[in-house]
């Protein structure tokens, strides 16, 4: 079974400092896709980040980046540049190819002004 | 923009009544998937469906049972409502294999209590 772990329940940040959050996981597949999702209060799920394990550069989208570390099985997640609408529950995710998503326990992220 | 609609916000039932939660997604997706969300237990899953008429048990899915007569739309039943039910259910859909698309598209969100 795949299991997804976020050690961290709650962080803070300054606005405008950086912030990293923490996921690992445990599978014994090659390939599968690694995913962070942020979910901001009261407000649905959205798709921040991806990365495909056979790929070996982290992957980016703007102030968004990862740190896949494939032989650790850790997927780490830095916001560079915190504003106060990153306010959220970030949750980690896998996906193999057995189509299923499996989740972690989230990390509440507040940015503080 | 892929558009999935869950037909209530805020639901509030009574012990033993039969619960159905709708989902509808405008995308023509094939995979859709039901999980419930609790504080410090993350998203679990409940059922998932890959097609019209087909569906997998996830990883919690006593109590509950699903629907999908078509394919834009996935139910999830509640047959006896127990208050250890009360939770925020979340519908999500995908399309295509995992390699074609990864990219899960989110309901908003039905928080169920109930009494």
């Known amino acids: 079974a795949q299991t997804v772990t976020q050690s961290q329940p709650e962080m803070s940040v300054q606005e405008a400092e950086t912030v990293t959050l923490s996921c690992t996981y445990d599978?014994?597949?090659?390939?599968?896709?690694l995913f962070w999702y942020k979910q901001p209060p009261s407000r649905q799920m959205i798709l921040v980040i991806r990365?495909?394990?056979?790929?070996?550069q982290n992957a980016t989208e703007n102030r968004f980046s990862v740190n896949f570390q494939k032989a650790a099985k850790s997927f780490s997640l830095k916001i560079s540049d915190s504003q106060l609408g990153d306010t959220a529950m970030y949750f980690c995710?896998?996906?193999?190819?057995?189509?299923?998503?499996?989740f972690g326990t989230g990390t509440s992220l507040t940015v503080i002004p | 923009d892929v558009k999935v609609t869950q037909s209530s916000r805020y639901l509030v039932k009574r012990t033993g009544e039969k619960v159905f939660l709708e989902c509808v997604q405008d995308?023509?997706?094939?995979?859709m998937f039901w999980y419930r969300q609790d504080p410090g237990l993350g998203l679990r899953l409940i059922y998932f469906?890959?097609?019209?008429?087909?569906?997998e048990k996830g990883d919690i899915p006593e109590g509950y049972s699903v629907s999908r007569e078509k394919k834009e739309r996935f139910s999830l039943i509640l047959e006896s409502a127990s208050t250890n039910q009360t939770s925020m259910y979340l519908c999500?859909?995908?399309?295509?294999?995992?390699?074609?698309?990864?990219?899960?598209?989110f309901g908003q969100g039905t928080r169920l209590t109930v009494v």
């Open positions: 999500a859909s995908r399309t295509g294999p995992p390699e074609i698309n990864t990219e899960a598209f």
């Open positions: 599978t014994s597949e090659n390939n599968y896709y």
């Open positions: 990365q495909e394990a056979y790929k070996q």
């Open positions: 995710a896998f996906m193999s190819t057995g189509n299923q998503f499996y």
């Open positions: 995308m023509d997706h094939e995979n």
């Open positions: 469906s890959y097609d019209v008429k087909m569906k």
